[in-house]
Every structure is written in C-alpha cells, then in structure tokens.
C-alpha cells in the first residue's frame, strides 16, 4: 500500500497569502497524485488531477506540481472561502490511499 | 445536473447489515466506473471498493473483502453497497464517487450517507 503524508497538518493563514501543501508518496506514483478541497459538513470536492491538471470549474488560483514522490498545491492569494481541510490522493495503484489532510484556518 | 445521491444510511448492531445505494443522475452511468469512500467520525478518507462499467470487475480495501458487497444497476443508474458482518470501526459516513477507470481522480462526489454501529 502506498502511504501519502502532507504537510502541514495545520496552518492559519491570512487572506491574500500564498499558501502551499506538500504531499509526499511512499513509493514513486508518476504523476497519478490528485487534490481534494473539503469543506466542514461537506462532501469533497476534485480540484487538480494528476499533479497539475486543474479540474473544471476550479478557480485560478488553485495549482499543482510534482511527480514521482514530491508534490505540491499551491493556492495563490487565498480567500476567506478557502477555509476548508485539504487532502491529496493516489491512484497510482489499488487500494487508493489518501493523504491525513491539511487544514487550513482563515485568520 | 450531473449528481450522485446515497440512501441507506442509519444505526445498526455489531454484526448486522445495511444496504446503500446511490442514484446517479445527469450523465450517463454506464459509461463510468463507480466508487465508495467513507470517512469515519472527524477522520480522514478510505477508498473502500471499485466496481466497472458492467459490474465485471470489482476492487475492495482489505479490512471490508467477504463482508461488503458492490454492485450496480445500469437500467436504474444506481450503484449499491450491501454491508455485511458490520463493526464499529465501519461507522462513517460513506460517499458514492464517480471514476472514468479503476485508477483515476474521483471527480463527482454524492453528499454522502452515515452508518452507525453500535450496541
């Protein structure tokens, strides 16, 4: 089983901040790693699919980067909205495994 | 609207059963795979099974193989989860997902439904 681990687990930030989270793989996945915004009460929603691809609908701000074990979101000038845990995810191989999540707070 | 609505959910024994099921609407749904996630009580998220197009394949996490159950219905666009043998460590909120293949991005989430077990 492939082993996601992100960090931080937690951040506070300040609107208009730079924020980024790391996700790192147990094993190289290629560029089969995806990102996940949750919000509380609310389902996940897909954000960017294999590393770098923005999934539709997503704001701008919101981007991806990586392969092999070392990844990244990076949100650029961040909202109040954007309050929410963040997770990554592999699909590299079965089972799919998701990363512990990042919660980000809104200062 | 593409969307996924689960039902089924609700507080059952150690060792009971439960069924879930998830209504897909606004694409077409035998063209996907489909999936179940769940996610226990302010945890975070579990891949539990995969089932193809035709129902020909399905995938299971280890700690739910012999007790749960995926399948579909494509003349009703609905995918189900029958749990059999049921634990505390099952109780979460379980998410039907929508996949173009077994190893891909989860791109359409349902709303979820709770399952409690618990004496």
């Known amino acids: 089983e492939i082993v996601l681990t992100q960090s931080p687990d937690f951040q506070s930030v300040t609107p208009k901040e730079k924020v980024t989270i790391t996700c790192r793989a147990s094993?190289?996945?290629?560029?089969?790693l995806h990102w996940y915004q949750q919000k509380p009460d609310q389902s996940p929603k897909l954000l960017i699919k294999y590393a770098s691809q923005s999934f539709s609908g997503v704001p701008s701000r919101f981007s991806g980067s990586g392969s092999g074990t070392d990844f990244t979101l990076t949100i650029n000038s961040l909202e109040a909205e954007d309050a929410a845990t963040y997770y990554c995810h592999q699909s590299s191989s079965l089972p799919h495994t998701f990363g512990q999540g990042t919660k980000l707070e809104i200062k | 609207e593409v969307q996924l609505v689960e039902s089924g959910g609700g507080l059952v024994q150690p060792g009971g059963s439960l069924r879930l099921s998830c209504a897909a609407s606004?694409?077409?749904?035998?063209?996907?795979?489909m999936s179940w996630v769940r996610q226990a009580p302010g945890k975070g998220l579990e891949w539990v099974a995969n089932?193809?197009?035709?129902?020909?394949?399905?995938y299971y996490v280890d700690s739910v193989k012999g007790r749960f159950t995926i399948s579909r219905d494509n003349a009703k666009n609905s995918l189900y989860l029958q749990m059999n043998s049921l634990r505390a460590e099952d109780t979460a909120v379980y998410y039907c997902?929508?996949?173009?293949?077994?190893?891909?991005?989860?791109?359409?989430w349902g709303q979820g439904t709770m399952v409690t077990v618990s004496s």
């Open positions: 089932i193809k197009q035709d129902g020909s394949e399905k």
């Open positions: 094993q190289s996945i290629g560029s089969s």
């Open positions: 997902a929508r996949i173009r293949w077994g190893l891909d991005a989860f791109d359409i």
């Open positions: 606004g694409f077409t749904f035998s063209s996907y795979w």
